[in-house]
């Protein structure tokens, strides 16, 4: 089988995407080869098709191009799926190979490290951590799809895997029993970091966390454990599936505007409009050309994310003006206002303030994640996001704080 020249194209694109200070690491790339991805899979299909295309022993050498070609690709799940109430539906991905390859090198693994990982899915990435850990170290993933656990478990045992163990079941909570943990990574995205991390984690270990926000893009943490906290080291933004499970978080969901409207106790009729022009003032742009604004007001509990029943309006969003009980809806070239136009007017004065801040994104800025029941000082010059589990307290970068 002539896979080895596709894993030798896919790394040569991998070095050639990161920067030299990126380059991965002889560590890594070794494991790609000892690893190869198409074991891994025996079923998929691309995002925006219906078609699954099922892999035999006959045709595997049809689909080699694709499997190791550097996209993603769906194992589980419709795009309806995709497209659902937020983590409402099973839906599961094996991520794009180059970037996986990335990760593990954030994560700096050596051998000898006890390992757990979210979100099993095919069970390559838990292959290539324990290749990494080797015979001396182990890793623990799980997977909330009994289909997909099971799937990898036989996988991984067929291969030799003897330091990989699957648990089917939801890992949000960790595995205290196979705790302390020298390095945890997710694999799908959370709202918030489970209480059980911060207890499950060695002082100095790394947490590889995806967090999602109201702004609609998620940002993927490197997290180093202090005896009281974690500290970011590392950010980027990215995209991943939602964790499913009892830390499923429906705030997450976007909101229906009439909906929203009515729990105010506000007119659906606008009393005014007021123009701002986000950019080109394109529907179809204003998802993108607002990705920086609404990842940082998602810091704001004023901030909403809204949908309509208006064809291609996507990314839209709102902000609340408690005082005034107003609420203004971000629109491409307009503000549209309910109530007053007191929270368009405070909105405004946000977006200047984030002008002025260098208009920073989430991965922009530092961060420290508490427990959530930490006594804390916290300064006026940070941004507090209290959730269930976890305190995140986000600071502009010292060099430029003022």
Partial sequence: ?????????????????????????????????EVPRHQFVERYRHYG?????????????????????????????????FRAKYGSEP????????????????????KGHNVFELGAGSGWTAALLGH????????STSEIITELAEKAQVRLTSLGFNNVTVLCGDGGDGLADCAPFDRVIFTAGAFDIPFAFHQQIKEGGLLLFVLKNKGGADNLLLLKKHPEYFETIYAFPCGFVPVTGKHHIPEMEERDLDDYLHMRGLEEAPTSRTQFWWGSGSKGNFLWETAALRSFLSLYQ????IYTD?????????????????????????LVNFGNEEAS?????????????????????????????????????????????SLFVWTLPKKFST
């Fill in 1 to 33: 089988m002539q896979y080895r020249k596709y894993q030798e194209q896919l790394i040569g694109l991998a070095k050639a995407q990161f920067r030299n200070k990126e380059q991965l690491s002889d560590q890594v790339i070794d494991a790609f080869y």
């Fill in 49 to 81: 098709t219906k078609e699954w295309l099922d892999i035999t022993d006959g045709n595997i050498e049809e689909h080699l191009g694709t499997l190791y070609a550097n996209h993603p690709l769906v194992l589980l799940g419709s795009d309806e799926a």
């Fill in 91 to 110: 839906v599961s991905t094996i991520s794009q190979p180059a970037f996986v390859l990335r990760l593990l090198d954030l994560l700096d693994l050596r």
């Fill in 132 to 139: 990494l850990v080797g015979p001396s170290g182990k890793v």
């Fill in 302 to 305: 004023n901030f909403e994310p």
């Fill in 310 to 334: 208006i064809e291609n309006d996507k990314g839209l969003f709102g902000w609340w003006n408690a005082e005034s009980n107003s609420f203004a809806l971000a629109r491409p070239g307009e």
């Fill in 345 to 389: 007017t405070q909105l405004i004065t946000y977006i200047k303030d984030w002008v002025n801040w260098g208009m920073p994104t989430l991965s922009n800025l530092d961060l420290r994640i508490y427990p959530a029941d930490s006594a804390l000082t916290i300064p006026d010059s940070a941004w507090v996001s209290r959730r269930r589990s």
